[in-house]
């Protein structure tokens, strides 16, 4: 996907925190594989694609932290699990292009793998956790600058207005 064909599909994003999870996305793509960069965002997160050598191996082994970090980022934004799959037989509506061919299940199995990595105090989940603080601080901010802007519906952001 071309970056203008990326940015037309962030820019019909009408939640700001599910904006904030869809520029996100890549950083935290790229605290597991810079590999991701190069796919679409259908197969960034979706599919396990056959692995014909050891980067796609290492690809389809670190996709479900990659996904929970992904959706870990969104609870910590406030957005309901609803708000961060896509699978509409279980009320999913999320906006996040990665997300959209999640399902419900993958995406909260993949949240209790990222949480129980983040909490492990090896080196690999210490630098995993100290790079993503740094990315939801940005998320937050992102958020909390459109504040004024803000029109959604969902329930973070009304209850935020109500605030």
């Not at 599919?47 to 996709?63: C, E, G, I, K, Q």
């Not at 990595?117 to 940005?138: H, K, N, V």
Request: aromatic fraction near 4%; charged fraction near 30%.
């Amino acid at each position: 996907m071309t970056a203008r064909k990326r940015a037309d599909r962030l820019a019909k994003i009408t939640c700001p925190r599910q904006a904030a999870v869809a520029r996100a996305v890549g950083p935290i793509l790229d605290v597991f594989s810079t590999g991701f960069a190069k796919m679409g965002p259908d197969e960034r997160l979706a599919a396990f694609v056959p692995a014909d050598d050891y980067a796609a191996r290492w690809r389809n082994a670190v996709r479900m932290p990659a996904l929970g970090m992904v959706a870990r980022l969104g609870r910590d934004l406030g957005l309901g699990t609803n708000e961060l799959h896509g699978d509409a037989k279980l009320r999913g509506r999320t906006q996040v292009p990665e997300l959209v061919g999640i399902n419900r299940t993958t995406l909260l199995n993949a949240l209790w793998i990222c949480d129980a990595m983040l909490e492990d105090r090896a080196d690999m989940p210490a630098l995993a956790l100290a790079r993503y603080t740094t990315i939801r601080s940005r998320a937050q901010a992102e958020v909390r600058s459109e504040r004024s802007r803000n029109e959604c519906e969902c329930s973070a952001c009304s209850k935020e207005r109500a605030a």
